[in-house]
């Protein structure tokens, strides 16, 4: 048992970070009330610890190389658990916000490090194994966050979802220092710092450009000028990054469209499949009547089947051709989104679980396959680049998802309100920020019941489109069924993608 010590540290932190991207989608209606959080607060709570996680990722992979894999993991799991109590005791919403930035922060930190100790710690047939126990706890935490968010809600309070992670921090922090070796990489390149900046604006930008777009409208100036500023900012990162020895990401790479296919189905692929389940965990406890329990418990067959059907995937049809696995998986979380877009005023919960399950189905397909893809289409060389990108783009594709159905969500829910209510723009504020049970009570008649199922549909329906068009387009640009010459193989990469495949909600 002693050899599995380094395992268990990493598996630690690893399940703890992941859980800590949706283990709070239940607890937000309590915390909006908690905390008098607006609509644009309450996205944020989820949308900022995506973002600085996948902003931050490959800057922290490179920082790890360098300065050691194992330093930075302790400095990451120091660095969460410190803004874990900011957030478990944070007064306002502001300060909620600016605490999860920074548990996103230690959280790069973490998962950057992850495969590289385990491919430190261990060889042959034990690295295999271990990166299957590391993939099925990141697999468990996706099924784990939601119920465990409601449990912990409902007995001790939502500030106890940040608590929880003091001791379980202390915990792997001891353990990494006692059994986990340090490792480096003697050939590491240096840190691409502007790169790091430039793109971690660029993705703050367009993100709250997004998320402003749902109050301010598409076209107003205040939206068109930050999608401007994160336009200006992507093509001064794509100027840096073509002119750097050491880039943080290698540009060359989407010269092979097989790679491009792939990045978009990973941009796609956790914000069409989870962006919006904030607002159905709204929904469900403010509509549906549920507890955050219950809630947790109705969210759980898509992240139950999502896990079931990665190993399921992984273990028997690793040799199906990726472009087969992922567009299949994606016009399936496509079709499993559009299945949810039934809500009616008196729709009750049980009318989601067919898309959820759907939904769960498709993730599993997809993700195990994708990051193995994604290094098979590059040369060996860049292999380490390519997964980077990979996990960048999944994180921040869950940042804009929740950035782009908040913004449909909230445009749909003021308009169906229109003629309904007295004031449909502060209505909406009020439902749209976990007040949908005080204003139904206020509102007889089933008018915001209707108007907070349509601007669900709405979401959902949006994420379906988006999903099956990132499904076309892996079809139409990841045409080998075999790697090219000079490029990698996926074997290598196979158990990684599994692991990294199997974390449902991002």
């Given amino acids: ?36 959080a607006s609509f644009s607060s309450l996205q944020w709570v989820m949308d900022v610890y995506a973002l600085v996680l996948a902003a931050l990722l490959m800057g922290a992979g490179a920082l790890a190389d360098r300065a050691g894999r194992r330093r930075v993991y302790v400095i990451g799991l120091v660095l969460f658990a410190l803004a874990s109590l900011a957030c478990g005791l944070a007064p306002d919403a502001p300060v909620l916000l600016a605490a999860r930035a920074v548990q996103g922060a230690g959280a790069a930190m973490m998962f950057a490090t992850t495969v590289a100790l385990i491919t430190a710690s261990y060889d042959g047939r034990d690295r295999a194994a271990a990166f299957g126990v590391w993939g099925a706890a990141n697999g468990a935490a996706a099924g784990v966050g939601p119920v465990l968010g409601g449990l912990v809600t409902q007995a001790l309070g939502w500030r106890w979802i940040f608590l929880l992670n003091l001791p379980v921090s202390v915990l792997a922090v001891a353990l990494t220092l006692r059994v986990v070796r340090e490792s480096r990489d003697p050939a590491a390149r240096r840190i691409d710092l502007p790169g790091v ?11 709250y450009g997004l998320t402003r777009a749902g109050d301010a409208g598409w076209t107003s100036p205040v939206t068109l000028g930050w999608l401007a500023a994160g336009a200006v900012a992507l093509a001064a990162f794509a100027a840096v990054e073509i002119r750097s020895p050491h880039p943080l990401v290698d540009l060359r790479l989407f010269r092979a469209p097989a790679f491009t296919g792939i990045m978009i189905a990973s941009l796609a692929m956790s914000g069409t499949a989870f962006g919006y389940l904030l607002y159905t965990s709204l929904w469900l406890q403010s509509v549906a009547g549920l507890s955050a329990i219950g809630a947790g418990l109705a969210i759980l067959p898509m992240s139950g089947l999502a896990f079931a059907a990665s190993w399921l995937t992984g273990r028997f049809l690793h040799a199906v051709p990726a472009r087969l696995t992922v567009g299949i998986g994606l016009l399936l979380v496509g079709a499993g989104t559009l299945g949810q877009s039934v809500l009616t005023a008196g729709s009750g919960w049980s009318a989601l679980v ?42 921040l594709g869950f940042a804009f998802g929740i950035a782009v159905l908040g913004s449909v969500f909230h445009g749909v829910l003021e308009r169906s309100l229109h003629g309904d ?29 209707s108007a907070f199922a349509a601007a669900l549909d709405a979401a959902t329906a949006t994420a379906g489109v988006i999903a099956i068009a990132a499904g076309i387009a892996v ?18 990469v196979a158990t990684a993608a599994k692991m990294t495949g199997s974390n449902g909600a991002r």
């Fill in 197 to 207: 900046a430039l793109f971690a604006a660029a993705a703050g930008a367009v993100t």
């Fill in 421 to 449: 209510v007295r004031d449909p723009a502060g209505t909406a504020r009020a439902v749209a920020g976990g007040h949908a049970a005080e204003v139904i009570h206020r509102t007889p008649g089933g008018a915001v019941e």
């Fill in 475 to 492: 079809f139409a640009l990841v045409r080998r069924d075999r790697p090219a010459a000079g490029a990698a193989t996926p074997e290598p």
């Fill in 1 to 36: 048992m002693g050899k599995w010590w380094p395992l268990t540290a990493v598996c630690l932190g690893a399940f703890m970070l992941l859980v800590d991207v949706n283990i709070v989608t239940v607890a937000l209606p309590d915390m909006a009330v908690g905390l008098g």
């Fill in 354 to 395: 067919p898309g959820f399950a759907l939904t769960g189905v498709g993730v599993g397909v997809a993700l195990p396959n994708v990051t193995a893809a994604a290094t098979a289409a590059v040369p060996p060389e860049r292999v380490g680049s390519a997964a980077g990108a990979v996990s960048a783009l999944r994180q």
